[in-house]
């Protein structure tokens, strides 16, 4: 058993200390501690208080029949070795779980506090001690609870503070799952209610019970009155008494009843200090008494006259230590239940209900039309702590990336990806089928699910293509939350990007008007008499190979090199960003004013959603990552041809504290409920196209082994889903199980050469009646999506988003095609018009699909030369014969592969609207040359991207925008015509 009990159990027979000064212990009250450190209930069942107990004489007084402390020693020695035993089978699982309990203590009482620390070091348990002055307020109290209350590292919490301090408002700050001493309302409303295996028993309450059942008394039947008693103590031992079969009586001192009733009872049970009015007399001789009374101010003890004889007495010693015992089981037991919510479990959801209507309303009025649960609620169902979200309003947040250390150990869901054939202006519904398929998975067939989207840009929201929230009563609400601002991560990246557009611009302005000394003594300038470096500035000078921290020891040599980066304005690859489309931005010029000294050159805006920013946004996987990528952004050559980046602009830690929010995934839900992420939104034909690792990562812990997490990449399988494997796995090490391809039978009909088709303008009959022959022909590019997919070695579930104007004969076409061309199942989804009941098929063959083992495996080897990477993809997944790259798309490559860049995966930059460089050729176009007009290097994010034919990174706005249908109700303050 060790030497700690022993220790504790000599304490308690320790003679009572003097009158004078507080007793002081060999560990003195303090605020923390990585070992066990002393924890107490405080106010009426307060046990660290109890520093005078009864003398030998109160002890020799015991009948025969009064327990001994041997026996006492036992049931503690008992309750410690059975909780000693659970800890270390816990820890068996855990290795590194280690149950810490707090105690706040508003005194100088230690006693108590040093067997805690004993008992509790014995287990194997820690004890952090929060030390308050005496005198401290209800306020300063409750402060102090409310950090315990989101400190994720105790388990447990116990107070010790004196009885005036003990009020409703300062008990019920505690979190029930941390009140070991089981005084909060809801503890004890489900001790009353019969949930005893729910709660914590007070363990005063329980040790009284314990002490008389060892003892051999029978309770049931038996007439028990509580003395003094006030509060939680009183309530629990009255509830178990009653249990016990016991007739329960409550009293106070003053009661003029008192003498009768102490004459009646069988059993007494002392809760505070008798008044020295009150004679002893009273008691019956033969009653069984138990004195678990104290003060914590004065010491006193409650009872102790040696000249009256007990059947039994029961000190207040007694059930002090075995309570301090019994706290210490409660602290085991809520490390257990601790462990237990860690693990994957079913989330215990509240799904909404839908009521579709018919026909189906716009999406802004079925969003509308839901009520979304608080975000702070869905957090909590889904095994989110509160101090794991930060909250942006009713019904987002942000999740914070301590989630991630927490579920380390948990073992990841699934991984679905949708995807979808080549797109056309008809629509797809990839948004769609990805929340049709998560609403199926998690509020129709009970299965833990999220989706991962890409949070959409301003400019298609008020363009042309309006929001991006998925669609009819499969989306993601509330909309307009969704498609305008949502937690600004989007402006984070537009101020970070144009911080660095403008160091680049000042930086060549500066050195082109000053002297080596000037640029110098102002880059490192004299502050109240010394001259230091800043630590991004060290990093330079490690990288030029100068290993000095003194600035005024640097050679001439050194300090030029140190001051001029020599920017060769002609290679300058960083644009500044605007999420607006504006056409007018793509070629500007800059440095036009009279101050910029005669330094201007042409320039150009890109939308914020394809700067580089954005992409090592959604590649990175932690806070540090993204500092570093940051850091190694290209965004120019210098004048010898050497890459110069963010760092040696000195601007990275400042692009990392405007980044520190955005990093966080936003969290949202469906229509019906489920939970969904929505964070980074790089452009499909420019950048990958993928929401962000972080995310997917986050939600394959949070939905446990048996869950799913889908995701959907932009555009057709030949660019979204090539990009999500060989980047995007790559990038976080995720294996995926499954491929959702979606199609319609419209858009099919196009690829079969059906007539073009104007956003806005009726489609013509090909579209809305039955032909058979177009879908048969159009099915080819499904096909190729298919065998791309194939490629990876993820099998391929079709997901078939049906129209009102489909026929059954063409649904039944579509599926039987897929399936022939190597699809795992072909499924027709109907969550558009009534939300995941209409995608439950498709739930169940994606989950058949996730059970097989995957066979993933990338396309390409990074370390081929970057021509061979380009090659590959354009003959294996677009189909082309060859490539052919311009000259300057060759010198790019040269210049990368000397820079040491040429190990980078390949991101295409090409028309989504067809598999070739061409937007209007459909279906499956051959033996076309696949022409490479530039290449540029995203080196933060990890990329090569070489450009298809042309292609631009400012959209326009069209003759009508959609910003003619977008307005405010000033009234009601609701967003109108958004899609």
């Known amino acids: 058993m060790g030497t700690r009990l022993p220790l504790v159990l000599r304490q308690l027979r320790r003679p009572p200390h003097p009158p004078g000064p507080p007793l002081r212990l060999r560990v003195p009250c303090r605020a923390s501690s990585g070992g066990g450190r002393g924890g107490g209930s405080g106010g009426r069942e307060d046990l660290l208080g109890q520093r005078r107990l009864l003398d030998g004489q109160t002890r020799s007084s015991r009948s025969p029949g009064g327990r001994t402390p041997a026996a006492r020693d036992s049931i503690v020695r008992e309750v410690i070795q059975n909780s000693k035993e659970v800890l270390s089978l816990l820890q068996e699982k855990n290795p590194a779980f280690k149950p810490v309990l707090a105690m706040i203590q508003a005194g100088d009482d230690n006693l108590m506090q040093e067997i805690n620390q004993n008992l509790a070091e014995e287990t194997g348990l820690n004890i952090t001690h929060i030390c308050l002055p005496p005198d401290s307020s209800e306020a300063e109290i409750i402060d102090e609870i409310l950090k315990i209350n989101e400190d994720t590292r105790i388990h447990g919490l116990a107070l010790q503070i004196s009885e005036n301090l003990f009020s409703n408002k300062v008990l019920n700050a505690l979190k029930p799952e941390k009140d070991v001493d089981g005084v909060t309302d809801i503890n004890l409303g489900k001790l009353v209610r019969g949930d005893a295996h729910e709660c914590f028993v007070s363990p005063v309450a329980k040790a009284v019970i314990e002490l008389l059942e060892k003892s051999g008394v029978n309770l049931d039947g038996k007439k028990i009155l509580v003395v003094g008693a006030h509060g939680s103590l009183e309530a629990a031992l009255q509830c178990l008494f009653q249990r016990k079969g016991s007739m329960t009586m409550s009293s106070q001192w003053k009661t003029p009843q008192l003498q009768r009733k102490l004459h009646e009872a069988d059993i007494v049970v002392l809760g505070s200090p008798k008044p020295e009015e009150i004679p002893l007399t009273w008691i019956q001789p033969g009653t069984t008494v138990l004195n678990c009374s104290h003060d914590f101010l004065s010491g006193k003890v409650g009872c102790g006259s040696p000249r009256i004889h007990f059947g039994g007495l029961i000190e207040e010693d007694d059930v002090s230590l075995l309570a301090a015992a019994l706290r210490i089981q409660n602290m085991v037991s809520s490390g257990r239940r601790w462990l237990r919510e860690q693990q994957h479990r079913r989330w215990r959801l509240h799904c909404l209900k839908l009521q579709p209507l018919s026909p189906v309303p716009s999406d802004i009025e079925i969003s509308r039309g839901q009520t979304p649960k608080a975000v702070d609620v869905l957090a909590k169902e889904i095994g989110l702590l509160a101090d794991e979200i930060e909250i942006y309003g009713k019904s987002k947040a942000k999740v914070r990336l301590s989630v991630l250390e927490r579920l380390k150990n948990q073992a990841d869901g699934k991984y679905v990806l949708v995807a979808g054939i080549t797109p056309t202006p008809l629509g797809e519904g990839k948004s769609t089928v990805t ?53 600004g991560d989007i ?76 920017i060769n304005p002609s290679t300058i690859t960083w644009q500044r960003v605007l999420d607006t489309n504006d056409r007018f931005l793509r070629k500007i010029t800059i440095g036009q004013g009279n101050t910029e000294k005669g330094y201007s050159r042409q320039a150009q805006f890109d939308i914020t959603v394809a700067s580089e920013i954005m992409a090592v946004l959604a590649l990175t996987d932690s806070l540090a990552d993204m500092k570093a990528r940051l850091g190694r952004m290209v965004v120019a050559s210098d004048k010898s041809g050497q890459p110069v980046t963010a760092d040696d602009l000195g601007v990275t830690g400042a692009l990392t504290v405007l980044m520190k929010d955005a990093i966080k995934p936003n969290l949202m839900q469906t229509l019906e409920g489920t939970p969904v992420f929505v964070h980074a939104g790089p452009f499909a ?19 446990g082994e048996e869950g799913f997490v889908v995701t959907e990449a932009g555009f ?97 076409l579509v599926c039987e095609l897929a399936k022939r061309a190597g699809a795992f199942d072909a499924v027709p989804c109907y969550h558009w018009s009534v939300g995941g009941k209409g995608s439950v098929d498709l739930a169940r063959a994606v989950r058949e699909a996730a059970s097989k083992r995957s066979r993933f495996q990338f396309l390409y080897d990074v370390q081929l030369p970057v021509v061979d990477k380009i090659r590959t993809i354009a003959q294996a997944v677009y189909g082309a014969k060859d490539i052919e790259l311009s000259p300057e798309a060759q010198a790019k490559i040269d210049r990368y592969t000397q820079q040491g860049f040429g190990n980078l995966p390949i991101c295409m930059a090409k028309t989504h609207l067809s598999l070739s460089h061409q937007p ?15 290449v540029r290097a995203s080196i933060g994010a990890g990329f090569i991207y070489p450009l298809v034919g042309t292609m631009s990174t400012m959209p326009g706005l069209p003759t009508r925008p959609c910003f003619y249908d977008i307005d405010l109700d000033t009234k009601t303050e609701q967003v109108k015509g958004l899609f």
Not at 453 to 466: M, Y
Not at 687 to 699: C, E, M, P, Q, T
Not at 735 to 758: E, F, I, Q
Request: contains cysteine; hydrophobic residues 45%; glycine residues 8%.
């Open 920 to 934: 209007d050729k459909k279906g499956v176009p051959r033996d076309f040359i696949l022409p490479i007009s530039d």
């Open 716 to 812: 057709g399988a030949d660019i979204g889903m090539e990009k999500f494997f060989n980047i995007k796995c790559r990038a976080s090490g995720l294996v995926p199980n499954v491929v959702v391809l979606v199609a319609t039978v419209r858009a099919l009909k196009m690829h079969g050469g059906g007539p073009s088709v104007t956003a806005g303008v009726p489609l013509k009959k090909e579209y809305t009646e039955e032909n058979i022959q177009l879908v048969a022909d159009g099915c080819c590019n499904l096909q190729k999506q298919i065998q791309i997919a194939q490629l990876f070695g993820v099998p391929v579930v079709v997901a078939l988003n049906v129209f009102k104007t489909d026929t059954r004969a063409e649904v039944d």
């Open 491 to 566: 402006h984070a990246i537009t101020a970070a990007n144009n911080l660095l557009a403008a160091a680049i611009d000042t930086r060549i302005l500066h050195e082109n008007t000053q002297t080596d000394k000037a640029l110098y003594n102002r880059l490192v300038p004299l502050v109240n008499g010394v001259r230091e470096f800043s630590e991004i500035q060290l990093a330079r000078l490690k990288k030029l190979g100068v290993n000095k921290t003194d600035p005024s020891t640097l050679t001439e040599e050194e300090v030029s090199k140190f001051a001029r980066l020599d």
């Open 685 to 703: 034909n420019i950048a990958h196209g993928n929401s962000s690792v972080l995310a997917d990562k986050i939600a394959l812990k949070l939905v």
């Open 435 to 487: 929340i049709g398929l998560v609403q199926a998975l998690t509020a129709h067939l009970n299965v833990n699910s999220f989706a991962c989207l890409r949070q959409p840009s301003q400019g298609p929201t008020f363009g042309v293509k309006g929001g991006a929230a998925g669609g009819g009563y499969a989306q993601v609400i509330p909309m307009e939350e969704f498609n305008l601002h949502l937690t």
